[in-house]
């Protein structure tokens, strides 16, 4: 209950800032994706900027500023043929085209790390093109779905999670070893490391909750519940200050599945500082991530009716 309430006076507020001179639309700006382009699922930024955005039709592409727009950077299998895959919008060219639906950028190798939803874990080098497979599977048994990819603060390892398996992954680089660390997970879909690499958060959608797994310290190896939604969470990111953003699809029709996305600022202490309702730039449209970068928050979703990347000055 307090959580509903909380959203409601979330949106009040929003109505009030409208009313007020400076308005909250007049801060959210859309980044066109190049034709054909849809589903901006997961963003990266590099030491000179960006984003990165992982796209339905299985590129990756970059942001080289307001003049150029998106242009293609990486793809991540050789049968990906330009003419067959893009534009598409059908999700069974997937296996032939690829899906990277997360993304995370390690600043000490310069390397793009890709979680594709058909191929397993990739890094990409800064030339872009043909990403490389690091691992497909664990224990002989292939990953199905993969959906996000978060690398802990000294680039020691991969956190991943796999959606059909449910579970959440590690990758060392260094062993080229895939571990599992925590399994039967509901609907597995975010992770992100907390900043000084101690723990790790999980979402689960239908799980409608993020759990902790500790990394290092006294709990080393045990998970608990960090925080529980009335809504369904994705994707997780870390901000500079070491708060997560939370891109959760709160459902207002059981019968319809219509949801109001939101976006929910949780500090390290599993406390929600924040809360934000973006229907009147997304509409009833689930979002997948939100990320800081210098100040600006970037949206994405997995939908192929979004064909833009939505930033919002203040959040
Ligand atoms: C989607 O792709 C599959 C496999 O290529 C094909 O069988 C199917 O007809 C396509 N669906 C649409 C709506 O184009
Ligand atoms: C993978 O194999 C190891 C060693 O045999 C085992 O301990 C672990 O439980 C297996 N994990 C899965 C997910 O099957
Ligand atoms: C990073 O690695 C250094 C050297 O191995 C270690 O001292 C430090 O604790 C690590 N930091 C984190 C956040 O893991
Ligand atoms: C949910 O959607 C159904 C079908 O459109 C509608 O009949 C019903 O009134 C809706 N419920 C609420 C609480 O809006
Ligand atoms: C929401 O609706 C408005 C008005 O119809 C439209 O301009 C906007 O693109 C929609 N947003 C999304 C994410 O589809
Ligand atoms: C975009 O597509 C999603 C998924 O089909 C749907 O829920 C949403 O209502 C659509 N958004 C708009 C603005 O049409």
Known sequence: MSTLFSLVLTKVAILLLCIAPISLSLTFKKIPLPTGATGPASFAFDLFGGPYVGVQDGRILKYEGPTIGFVDFAFDTP???KTVCDGQTNDSLGPTCGRPFGLDFNILTQQLYVADAYFGLLVVGSN??????LASGVNGTRFRFLNSVGL???ITQAILNGDATESLLKYD???RQVTVLLTRLSGAAGVAVSVEGAFVLVSEQ???R???FWIKGPKRNTAETFIT?????NKITRTGFGDFLVAVNVITNQSTQDVLPTVVRINAFGTVVKRVA???QYNDTGVTEVIEHLGEYYIGSQYVNVTFVGVYGIL
């Open 128 to 133: 872009g093109r043909l990403g490389t497979i």
């Open 206 to 208: 239908i799980g409608q």
């Open 79 to 81: 049968t990906r043929s």
């Open 152 to 154: 802990d603060p000294n």
């Open 278 to 280: 973006l229907d009147r």
């Open 229 to 233: 939604f009335q809504g369904r969470p």
């Open 173 to 175: 680089p260094k062993t």
């Open 210 to 212: 993020i759990q902790r």
